[in-house]
């Protein structure tokens, strides 16, 4: 199993991907841009409404929400602990992986 996390504003550069891997499980992290940006460590949101860097994601250039992805954790309203419980629960469910894979 391979997890890669990947900016992938673009529905059809998600479905590509979903098409070249097989067996591939889209989780869609939800947070609003307003979060996205207080939590930017290296203010690139901040440097895109100055005009000095160019099609960011959610400023100049638009993000295209998933529409079926697998699982959707909300960055905003669950901890982290809470999205990775969610995120495995689902891998569980779908085969992925097995009940004493999973830490407690």
Do not use: N, W
């Amino acid at each position: 199993m391979v997890i890669a996390s990947f900016v992938s504003p673009y529905r059809s550069t998600r479905d590509f991907a979903r098409q070249l891997i097989g067996d591939f499980v889209e989780v869609y992290v939800k947070c609003s841009l307003e979060t996205c940006m207080k939590r930017d460590p290296k203010g690139l949101y901040h440097k895109a409404l100055a005009g000095e860097i160019k099609d960011m994601t959610g400023i100049q250039d638009p993000y295209e929400e998933p529409l079926s992805p697998e699982v959707v954790v909300d960055s905003e309203r669950e901890s982290p602990d809470e999205c990775a419980k969610r995120i495995m629960a689902k891998l569980l469910r779908l085969g992925y992986i097995k009940g004493e894979e999973i830490e407690h």
